[in-house]
């Protein structure tokens, strides 16, 4: 990760790829959320739940649905104890803020490989998760802290293809639906 006037990205990405970043335009919960605290801390989800998200991505929008199976475990937001105040591991009352989270850390698992041969880099899923935040009404300088702690405590390679809880296969994207009306299952 290297710090540049467009942000942080990744090593080699050039300025045209970072400029071409991601940006959810809306998200929403749908069905019936029913969870439960272990004595870990972890939330485990006791029904299927979908996360739906409206997305740009160079200049094209589409919708995806990723569906959070039954069993789905999460630890929450992860932070340093320093943010403990500031920033939640989980909120309950708000549950879009939670499922920023748990989208981030099923698309860090699966290494932004959605299905369908579709593919989000990891920068690409740091501004899912930030757009998701927003989208929960967090302030778009504490989605950017959060963001930004997130890449520093929790992200980069050492978290990239990591399934520490077994959840990867909990969760699958459903299909993409592109606005001009193309389709990816």
Not at 93 to 117: I, P, R, T
Not at 135 to 162: C, I, L, N, P, T
Not at 169 to 182: E, N, T
Request: proline share 1%.
């Amino acid at each position: 990760m290297v710090q540049s006037r467009l942000g942080v990205h990744e090593v080699g990405d050039s300025e045209e790829e970072i400029k071409m970043a991601v940006t959810v335009k809306r998200a929403f919960l749908q069905g019936m959320l029913s969870q439960y605290f272990s004595k870990a801390g972890n939330v485990r989800l006791m029904h299927d739940i979908s996360l739906c998200l409206e997305i740009e991505q160079k200049k094209r929008v589409f919708t995806v649905e990723i569906i959070f199976l039954k069993g789905f475990e999460s630890d929450g937001l992860s932070r340093p104890d320093l943010f403990g105040k500031w920033i939640k591991k989980f909120d309950r009352e708000n549950q879009l803020y939670n499922f920023a989270g748990y989208a981030h850390d099923w698309l860090y698992s699966v290494k932004g490989c959605v299905g369908g041969g579709f593919e989000f880099s990891r920068s690409e899923c740091d501004d899912i998760f930030r757009g998701i935040l927003r989208e929960a009404g967090v302030s778009r300088f504490k989605a950017g802290v959060m963001d930004w702690a997130v890449g520093v405590f929790a992200g980069g390679s050492k978290h990239w293809g990591d399934d520490s809880l077994g959840s990867r296969d909990k969760v699958s994207c459903s299909k993409i639906i592109y606005a001009d009306g193309g389709e990816k299952a």
